[in-house]
Protein backbone atom coordinates (compact mmCIF):
# COMPACT_ATOMS: atom_id res chain seq x y z
CA UNK A 1 0.00 0.00 0.00
CA UNK A 2 1.23 3.34 -1.14
CA UNK A 3 2.10 5.91 2.11
CA UNK A 4 -0.56 9.18 2.13
CA UNK A 5 0.57 11.93 0.56
CA UNK A 6 3.66 13.64 2.19
CA UNK A 7 2.83 17.94 2.97
CA UNK A 8 5.54 20.47 4.76
CA UNK A 9 4.60 23.34 6.47
CA UNK A 10 6.83 26.07 7.58
CA UNK A 11 5.49 28.84 9.90
CA UNK A 12 3.89 25.93 11.72
CA UNK A 13 4.37 26.93 15.41
CA UNK A 14 1.12 28.47 15.76
CA UNK A 15 -1.40 29.93 13.87
CA UNK A 16 -2.74 28.94 10.27
CA UNK A 17 0.50 26.98 9.82
CA UNK A 18 -0.29 24.95 12.95
CA UNK A 19 -3.61 24.55 12.49
CA UNK A 20 -3.38 23.53 8.67
CA UNK A 21 -1.12 21.20 9.97
CA UNK A 22 -4.00 19.33 12.33
CA UNK A 23 -6.57 19.78 9.33
CA UNK A 24 -4.35 17.86 6.63
CA UNK A 25 -3.19 15.53 9.55
CA UNK A 26 -6.93 14.93 10.22
CA UNK A 27 -7.53 14.13 6.98
CA UNK A 28 -4.97 11.53 5.61
CA UNK A 29 -1.66 13.66 5.00
CA UNK A 30 1.67 12.88 6.78
CA UNK A 31 2.95 16.65 7.42
CA UNK A 32 6.64 17.53 8.78
CA UNK A 33 6.49 20.78 10.28
CA UNK A 34 8.83 23.69 9.94
CA UNK A 35 9.39 26.85 12.76
CA UNK A 36 12.22 28.60 14.47
CA UNK A 37 10.74 27.22 17.88
CA UNK A 38 11.60 23.54 18.52
CA UNK A 39 9.52 23.07 21.77
CA UNK A 40 6.28 24.36 19.79
CA UNK A 41 6.52 21.93 16.73
CA UNK A 42 7.00 18.84 19.35
CA UNK A 43 3.68 20.16 21.46
CA UNK A 44 2.39 20.16 17.87
CA UNK A 45 3.22 16.93 17.20
CA UNK A 46 2.53 15.30 20.25
CA UNK A 47 -1.19 15.92 19.74
CA UNK A 48 -1.11 13.60 16.05
CA UNK A 49 1.74 10.94 16.68
CA UNK A 50 2.83 9.14 13.70
CA UNK A 51 1.12 12.12 11.18
CA UNK A 52 3.48 14.94 12.47
CA UNK A 53 6.92 15.09 12.67
CA UNK A 54 9.56 17.92 13.45
CA UNK A 55 12.01 20.07 11.49
CA UNK A 56 12.89 23.28 13.51
CA UNK A 57 13.93 25.76 10.96
CA UNK A 58 14.97 29.00 10.58
CA UNK A 59 13.42 29.97 6.65
CA UNK A 60 15.96 32.52 6.61
CA UNK A 61 18.71 30.09 6.24
CA UNK A 62 18.40 29.18 2.65
CA UNK A 63 20.91 26.51 3.51
CA UNK A 64 19.42 25.50 6.31
CA UNK A 65 16.37 25.33 4.39
CA UNK A 66 17.90 22.99 1.39
CA UNK A 67 19.30 20.66 4.20
CA UNK A 68 15.66 20.24 6.26
CA UNK A 69 14.16 19.65 2.66
CA UNK A 70 16.84 16.70 1.91
CA UNK A 71 16.09 15.18 5.62
CA UNK A 72 12.30 15.05 5.05
CA UNK A 73 12.87 13.70 1.76
CA UNK A 74 15.37 11.18 3.18
CA UNK A 75 13.14 9.97 6.50
CA UNK A 76 9.78 11.00 5.24
CA UNK A 77 9.94 10.55 1.07
CA UNK A 78 9.01 13.16 -1.43
CA UNK A 79 7.18 15.85 -0.58
CA UNK A 80 3.82 16.04 -1.98
CA UNK A 81 3.00 19.52 -1.07
CA UNK A 82 4.85 22.20 0.02
CA UNK A 83 3.30 25.32 1.83
CA UNK A 84 5.35 28.10 2.98
CA UNK A 85 3.65 30.04 5.28
CA UNK A 86 6.20 31.68 7.85
CA UNK A 87 5.49 35.21 8.45
CA UNK A 88 5.80 38.13 10.68
CA UNK A 89 4.83 41.45 11.74
CA UNK A 90 1.23 42.84 10.37
CA UNK A 91 1.89 46.43 12.73
CA UNK A 92 4.17 49.20 11.18
CA UNK A 93 4.52 52.33 12.80
CA UNK A 94 6.10 54.89 10.07
CA UNK A 95 6.83 57.74 12.50
CA UNK A 96 9.58 55.11 13.55
CA UNK A 97 10.65 53.91 10.01
CA UNK A 98 13.14 51.27 10.76
CA UNK A 99 14.76 50.16 7.28
CA UNK A 100 16.18 47.22 9.33
CA UNK A 101 12.82 45.86 10.72
CA UNK A 102 11.12 46.38 6.83
CA UNK A 103 14.10 44.34 5.63
CA UNK A 104 13.48 41.49 8.29
CA UNK A 105 10.21 41.19 7.53
CA UNK A 106 10.61 41.22 3.64
CA UNK A 107 13.62 38.49 4.28
CA UNK A 108 11.22 36.16 6.43
CA UNK A 109 7.47 36.93 4.71
CA UNK A 110 9.28 36.79 0.82
CA UNK A 111 12.37 35.66 1.70
CA UNK A 112 11.52 32.73 3.51
CA UNK A 113 8.94 31.21 0.58
CA UNK A 114 11.92 31.87 -2.04
CA UNK A 115 14.54 29.94 0.21
CA UNK A 116 11.85 27.08 0.40
CA UNK A 117 10.41 27.00 -3.12
CA UNK A 118 14.80 26.81 -3.97
CA UNK A 119 14.84 23.93 -1.99
CA UNK A 120 11.80 21.61 -3.46
CA UNK A 121 11.01 22.93 -6.64
CA UNK A 122 13.90 21.01 -8.80
CA UNK A 123 13.09 17.69 -7.04
CA UNK A 124 9.05 18.02 -8.23
CA UNK A 125 10.30 19.73 -11.90
CA UNK A 126 12.94 16.12 -11.72
CA UNK A 127 9.11 14.00 -10.73
CA UNK A 128 6.90 15.80 -12.80
CA UNK A 129 4.60 16.13 -9.82
CA UNK A 130 4.30 18.21 -6.91
CA UNK A 131 2.19 21.24 -5.58
CA UNK A 132 3.82 24.46 -3.86
CA UNK A 133 1.58 27.11 -2.01
CA UNK A 134 2.58 30.23 -0.57
CA UNK A 135 0.55 31.73 2.78
CA UNK A 136 0.34 35.73 1.18
CA UNK A 137 -2.44 37.92 2.15
CA UNK A 138 -5.47 40.29 0.89
CA UNK A 139 -3.26 42.92 2.35
CA UNK A 140 -1.33 42.08 -0.90
CA UNK A 141 -3.50 43.30 -3.39
CA UNK A 142 -3.21 46.84 -2.51
CA UNK A 143 -1.22 48.60 0.30
CA UNK A 144 -2.80 49.30 3.71
CA UNK A 145 -2.40 52.15 5.67
CA UNK A 146 0.30 50.83 9.00
CA UNK A 147 1.06 47.87 7.14
CA UNK A 148 3.90 48.81 4.82
CA UNK A 149 6.22 46.16 5.00
CA UNK A 150 3.74 43.69 5.51
CA UNK A 151 1.77 44.35 2.38
CA UNK A 152 4.99 44.78 -0.11
CA UNK A 153 6.42 41.58 1.30
CA UNK A 154 2.82 39.72 0.70
CA UNK A 155 2.50 41.44 -3.26
CA UNK A 156 5.45 39.89 -3.52
CA UNK A 157 4.36 36.69 -2.91
CA UNK A 158 1.55 37.15 -4.73
CA UNK A 159 3.38 37.64 -7.74
CA UNK A 160 5.86 35.52 -7.66
CA UNK A 161 3.30 33.06 -7.23
CA UNK A 162 1.42 34.32 -10.66
CA UNK A 163 4.74 34.43 -12.07
CA UNK A 164 5.77 30.78 -11.33
CA UNK A 165 1.91 29.63 -11.92
CA UNK A 166 2.95 30.12 -15.71
CA UNK A 167 6.31 28.95 -15.71
CA UNK A 168 5.64 26.15 -14.05
CA UNK A 169 2.10 25.39 -16.61
CA UNK A 170 2.63 21.73 -18.11
CA UNK A 171 5.46 20.41 -15.81
CA UNK A 172 3.04 18.77 -13.50
CA UNK A 173 4.44 20.62 -10.64
CA UNK A 174 0.95 23.13 -9.36
CA UNK A 175 1.29 26.48 -7.89
CA UNK A 176 -1.21 28.11 -5.44
CA UNK A 177 -1.40 31.11 -3.10
CA UNK A 178 -3.09 32.14 -0.01
CA UNK A 179 -4.89 34.80 0.47
CA UNK A 180 -6.64 34.98 3.96
CA UNK A 181 -8.02 37.89 5.83
CA UNK A 182 -8.27 38.51 9.56
CA UNK A 183 -7.57 35.00 10.87
CA UNK A 184 -7.07 34.69 15.05
CA UNK A 185 -3.77 33.71 15.03
CA UNK A 186 -0.27 35.49 17.84
CA UNK A 187 -0.34 37.83 14.36
CA UNK A 188 -3.42 39.22 14.81
CA UNK A 189 -3.56 39.25 18.58
CA UNK A 190 -1.84 42.36 19.05
CA UNK A 191 -3.80 44.15 16.56
CA UNK A 192 -5.05 47.68 17.44
CA UNK A 193 -8.41 48.35 16.06
CA UNK A 194 -11.21 46.24 14.46
CA UNK A 195 -10.73 42.68 12.26
CA UNK A 196 -13.85 43.04 10.01
CA UNK A 197 -15.10 39.38 9.10
CA UNK A 198 -12.23 37.94 11.11
CA UNK A 199 -12.40 33.77 11.62
CA UNK A 200 -10.43 31.32 13.60
CA UNK A 201 -7.43 29.50 12.56
CA UNK A 202 -9.41 26.44 12.52
CA UNK A 203 -12.23 27.81 9.60
CA UNK A 204 -8.90 29.25 7.75
CA UNK A 205 -7.33 25.41 7.71
CA UNK A 206 -10.52 24.01 6.20
CA UNK A 207 -10.63 27.09 3.50
CA UNK A 208 -7.32 26.26 2.85
CA UNK A 209 -7.33 22.13 2.78
CA UNK A 210 -10.45 22.32 0.33
CA UNK A 211 -8.65 24.80 -1.83
CA UNK A 212 -5.43 23.18 -1.88
CA UNK A 213 -6.72 19.38 -2.84
CA UNK A 214 -8.83 20.88 -5.65
CA UNK A 215 -5.54 22.64 -6.65
CA UNK A 216 -6.91 25.76 -6.80
CA UNK A 217 -4.27 28.83 -7.46
CA UNK A 218 -6.04 31.51 -5.61
CA UNK A 219 -7.62 30.50 -2.46
CA UNK A 220 -8.66 33.82 -0.53
CA UNK A 221 -10.79 33.87 2.47
CA UNK A 222 -13.29 35.08 3.84
CA UNK A 223 -15.46 35.85 0.92
CA UNK A 224 -16.90 39.24 1.90
CA UNK A 225 -13.21 40.53 2.88
CA UNK A 226 -12.17 38.89 -0.38
CA UNK A 227 -14.55 40.84 -2.55
CA UNK A 228 -14.16 44.35 -1.05
CA UNK A 229 -10.42 44.24 -1.63
CA UNK A 230 -10.73 42.71 -4.68
CA UNK A 231 -12.90 45.91 -5.64
CA UNK A 232 -10.64 48.39 -3.91
CA UNK A 233 -8.25 46.96 -6.29
CA UNK A 234 -9.83 48.02 -9.39
CA UNK A 235 -10.23 51.62 -7.96
CA UNK A 236 -7.83 54.63 -9.60
CA UNK A 237 -5.74 55.81 -7.02
CA UNK A 238 -7.59 58.98 -6.40
CA UNK A 239 -10.81 57.16 -5.25
CA UNK A 240 -8.82 54.76 -3.92
CA UNK A 241 -6.35 56.99 -1.14
CA UNK A 242 -9.67 58.65 -0.41
CA UNK A 243 -11.49 55.65 0.79
CA UNK A 244 -8.82 54.50 2.62
CA UNK A 245 -7.94 57.96 4.56
CA UNK A 246 -11.94 57.98 5.66
CA UNK A 247 -12.17 54.53 6.66
CA UNK A 248 -8.96 54.76 8.70
CA UNK A 249 -9.66 58.10 10.31
CA UNK A 250 -6.66 59.90 8.45
Not at 112 to 134: D, K, T, Y
Request: some cysteine; aromatic content about 8%; glycine content about 8%.
Amino acid sequence: MAEPRLAWITGASSGIGAALARELADHGWRVAVSARRADALAKLCSERPQRLWAYPLDVTDRAACAATADAIAAELGAVDLAVFNAGIGAEFDVQHFDADEVNRRMAVNYGGAVNGIGAVLPAMQQRGAGQIALTASVAGYRGLPGAAPYSASKAAMIALAESLYLDLAGSGVDMSVICPGYVTTPLTAARQGSMPFVISAEAAAEHIRHGLEAKRFEIAFPRRMVWLLKTLQRLPYALYFSLIRRAAGR
